[in-house]
Structure formats: structure tokens, C-alpha cells
């Protein structure tokens, strides 16, 4: 089974601040990964698919990259609207799926 | 509008069995296969079971193998997820996905196993 190892768990940042997520993969799985925002108690959005592209409707200020075994999520200015928790999820290895363990990104 | 509408959560004793829909419009039900996704309380996401778009291949989870069983009716756009032997860690909110229309969630169904 792939897994994924998702760092850091938490983070407190600043209203500004650039924030950086990672996901690792145990082995390659190309581009099939997603970055998913969750709020409590509302489900899971989409933030990223295929790495890098970025689902319509979503702030230009999000943005993934990587490819194989490494991916990065990326806010490049923290808003308020954006403290919840992050996954990512990988479909490489269909019909199984894999989530890292979440970030929660929190208020400094 | 994609749509999909989670229902048949409840609360239910140790052991007892339950049954979970999942209900789909605004896309081609049939040409999906489909994903049950659980969260339990303050815990990440954690994926439960899988189906093919016809059917006729199914998958599990180490955790919910044997006792768990998915199922879906194409004619009533309709994902089922039967589960028997429920124990205190299947405690969570279920959601289904649609395999590659990953951007869509429903609000999802809570299942609460306990005495």
C-alpha cells in the first residue's frame, strides 16, 4: 500500500504569511494527487488536482507542485478565512486512496 | 448541480448492523465508480470501500473488511454502503466520492456506535 506522510501536523501562522505543506509518498505516484481544505464540520473542498492545477473557483494564492514522491502545498499570503485543516490525497494507486494526516493550520 | 446526498446514519449498539445511501444527480452515476470516505471525531479522512461503475468490482479497507459491504443501483443513482458488526471505532462521518469527480463531497452522514 502507498503511503503518505504529511508534515507538519500543525502549524500557527500570521495573517501574511507564506505556509508550506508537504506530502510524501512511499513510492512514486506520479501526478494523482489532490489538496483538500476542511473547516469543522463541513466536508472536504478541493483545493488542488493533478499536483498543480488549480480547482476554478479557488484563490490564486493557493498553489501545489511536485510530481513522483514529493508535493507541496503552498498559501503565499495567509488570509483569515484560511485557518482550517489541510490534506492531501493520493488516487494513484486506484481503486485504494490515501490521505495524509492532516495540517491544521492555526492563528500565531 | 452536482449532487450527492449521504442519509442512514444513526446511533446503533455494539455490534448492530446499518445501512448507508448515498444518492447522486447533476452527473452520470453510472459512468463513476464510487468511494465511501470516513471521518471519525477530531481524526483525518481515511477511506473505506470502493465500487466499479457497473458494479462488478469491489474493494475494502483492512479495518472493514468482512463486515462491511458496498453496493450501488445505477437505475436509482444510488450508492449503498451495509455495514454489520459495528464497533465503537467505526464511530465517524461518512462521506462518498465519485472517482474522478474528486471535487465533489456531500455533507456526509454520521454513524455513532455505542451503548
Known amino acids: 500500500d502507498i503511503q503518505m506522510t504529511q508534515s507538519p501536523s500543525s502549524l500557527s501562522a500570521s495573517v501574511g504569511d507564506r505556509v508550506t505543506i508537504t506530502c510524501r509518498a512511499s513510492?512514486?505516484?506520479?501526478?494523482?494527487l489532490g489538496w483538500y481544505q476542511q473547516k469543522p464540520g463541513k466536508a472536504p473542498k478541493r483545493l488542488i488536482y493533478?499536483?498543480?492545477s488549480l480547482q476554478s473557483g479557488v484563490p490564486s494564492r493557493f498553489s501545489g507542485s511536485g510530481s513522483g514522491t514529493e508535493f507541496t502545498l503552498t498559501i503565499s499570503s495567509l488570509q483569515p478565512e484560511d485557518f482550517a485543516t489541510y490534506y492531501c490525497?493520493?488516487?494513484?494507486?486506484?481503486?485504494?486512496?490515501?490521505f495524509g494526516q492532516g495540517t491544521k493550520v492555526e492563528i500565531k | 448541480e452536482v449532487q450527492l446526498v449521504e442519509s442512514g446514519g444513526g446511533l446503533v449498539q455494539p455490534g448492530g448492523s446499518l445501512r448507508l445511501s448515498c444518492s447522486a444527480s447533476?452527473?452520470?452515476?453510472?459512468?463513476?465508480?464510487m468511494h465511501w470516505v470516513r471521518q471519525a471525531p477530531g481524526k483525518g479522512l481515511e477511506y473505506v470501500s470502493a465500487i466499479s461503475s457497473n458494479g462488478g468490482s469491489t474493494y475494502y479497507a483492512d479495518s472493514v473488511k468482512g463486515r462491511f459491504t458496498i453496493s450501488r443501483d445505477n437505475s436509482k443513482n444510488t450508492l449503498y454502503l451495509q455495514m454489520s458488526s459495528l464497533r465503537a471505532e467505526d464511530t465517524a462521518v461518512y462521506y462518498c466520492?465519485?472517482?474522478?469527480?474528486?471535487?465533489?463531497w456531500g455533507k456526509g452522514t454520521t454513524v455513532t456506535v455505542s451503548s
Open positions: 447533476g452527473f452520470t452515476f453510472s459512468s463513476y465508480a
Open positions: 513510492q512514486g505516484i506520479r501526478n494523482d
Open positions: 466520492v465519485p472517482s474522478g469527480r474528486m471535487d465533489v
Open positions: 493533478a499536483a498543480s
Open positions: 490525497l493520493q488516487h494513484n494507486s486506484y481503486p485504494v486512496w490515501t
